[in-house]
């Protein structure tokens, strides 16, 4: 009932500005954040870029605000996205900080008061309007923390002169970062990276005057790497997800229209039988890699669902790349495309045994809580951490690596879906999911992490 107090006596009284940048990975676990947060009793306001905004729709209780970008008519790629942020990051500044004086002064005279910012880890620029308002400002990270720690990494290896890293050495385990190999770092360190690169690396490790980091991971999976964090950067650290667990952050955030057909489809499959693939929302794959996936797909004989995004292949048209026949013939029966799929109920399926990712984090971490074992191929950045441990400290995931013939890829499906590794790699994952559920009752890590978070935002407002 102390809880209870504290809420009553927060009771929208609070109010935190939330500011995410327009990519689904990330956009999700700071929605998913405010509803947690409005649960609690705080108001909250979301500062968003017009290009792609949230659907203000599915968050009736939060206040939209669009802040002018310059980015109209923008087609976002896998190509530029990092333009994309460094666009927002100059051209939302100016209408972020103006439009923060009126929200300020509007809700001085309600009696109302800014608690605090809390920004997206891409989107620098919040720091600089949030100083200069002395608002204080709390980073979401919506990576693995060991990701993180690979990035301080690769500035390390820059200052030490050891990029060009020889190729020879990239099995080697990296000092001090159990489990990851030179070759699991983010970027690859054979040839030199390049400056603009290097700074964006520097930016997103620097906290900047950030008091506090939240982030979409527990204590239970990431202990260590935690404690090494909170050390570095001194300031009071907390991992509460998964987020997507919580009650209160049941609410829809995509982008695209999630296509529901699927779950009928689901429901005549046995169990365990349905394998799922998707490479989130930016992953491409090329044409070859199209066509030997289905017929990886169709020789294997498993059942499955394979989400396809309309740009989900380097510049072409999907159909053209589909074998003839068998494999065509195997749609609306033994398998389905969609363009977006409700992922989240699809992985919670009882039908669904297996599923093929990019191993994004917002992808790890739906699967773990659902119990389903992956066939890991990441792209790029943070995939590549995520699936070492999938793959080698959890032992819950099968790596495919640069292979992409038919044979491996069948192969690969059925040693997922139907060999005894498998399904031992199931029951490691149910033990895994268990271990997440309890952090979030009552006494476990997230939930009390989750209350120090609530109390610590009262207590910085002045
Ligand atoms: C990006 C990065 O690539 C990722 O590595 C980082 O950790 C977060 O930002 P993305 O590539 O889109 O995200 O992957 P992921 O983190 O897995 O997020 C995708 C989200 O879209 C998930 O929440 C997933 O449930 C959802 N999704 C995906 C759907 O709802 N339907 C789909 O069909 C595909």
């Known amino acids: 009932s102390m809880e209870r107090d504290m809420e009553q006596c927060r009771t929208r009284k609070h109010t935190v500005v939330l500011v995410p940048p327009p990519l689904q990975g990330h956009m999700t676990p700071m929605l998913q954040l405010g509803s947690i947060l409005y649960s609690k009793g705080f108001s909250i306001v979301v500062a968003h870029s017009e290009f792609r905004p949230p659907d203000p729709l599915n968050h009736p209780g939060f206040i939209f605000h669009a802040l002018s970008d310059n980015l109209s008519g923008y ?104 489990p990851l190999r030179f070759k699991d770092l983010p970027y690859p360190i054979t040839n030199a990276i390049p400056e603009w690169l290097m700074d964006f690396n520097a930016s997103s490790i620097n906290i900047r005057s950030s008091v506090a980091t939240i982030w979409n991971t527990t204590d239970c999976l990431e202990h260590s790497t935690l404690s090494r964090l909170q050390q570095c950067y001194k300031v009071p650290c907390f991992p509460i997800g998964p987020l997507h667990k919580l009650e209160a952050a049941a609410t829809a955030t995509s ?107 917002n992808s790890t971490i739906e699967s773990i809580c659902e119990g389903v074992p992956m066939i890991c191929r990441p792209h790029f950045a943070d995939q590549i ?23 491996s890829i069948e192969k690969s499906i059925r040693r997922l879906m139907v060999e005894v590794e498998g399904k031992e790699m199931r029951q490691r994952m149910l033990i895994m999911k268990d271990k997440l559920e309890a952090g979030l009752q009552k006494g476990g890590s997230s939930y009390e992490s989750l209350n120090d978070l609530t109390e610590f935002i009262t207590s910085v407002s002045s």
């Open 385 to 407: 951490v995520n699936a070492r441990y999938l793959t080698y400290e959890w032992k819950v995931g099968l790596e495919i690596e640069n292979v992409v013939d038919r044979g």
């Open 255 to 361: 982008f695209l229209e999630e296509d529901q057909s699927c779950i009928s489809w689901l429901e005549r499959q046995p169990p365990n039988s349905v394998i799922y693939i998707s490479l989130g929302s930016i992953a491409c794959i090329n044409e070859q890699e199209l066509t030997e996936t289905a017929w990886g797909l169709a020789n294997s004989g498993i059942p499955f669902i394979w989400v396809l995004r309309s740009d989900s292949i380097d510049g072409s048209q999907l159909d053209d790349h589909f074998p003839e026949g068998s494999f065509k013939s195997l749609l609306g029966e033994r398998g389905l495309i969609f363009k977006w799929a409700p992922q989240k109920k699809v992985l919670a399926h009882r039908a669904v045994g297996g599923f093929w990712s990019h191993c994004g984090w």
């Open 75 to 178: 087609q976002a790629s896998i190509n530029n996205l990092l333009d994309l942020i460094s666009a927002i990051n100059s051209n939302c500044r100016a209408p972020l900080q103006d439009y923060m004086v009126q929200l300020m002064e509007d809700q001085k005279l309600q009696g109302y008061q800014v608690s605090c910012m809390i920004y997206d880890a891409l989107l620098f620029f919040v720091d600089s309007v949030s100083t200069h308002l002395k608002i204080p400002s709390i980073i979401l990270r919506p990576n693995m923390a060991a990701y993180m720690l690979s990035c301080h990494c690769i500035c390390k290896l820059q200052a030490e002169n050891r990029i060009p890293f020889p190729e020879s050495r990239l099995q080697e385990p990296v000092p001090e970062l159990h």
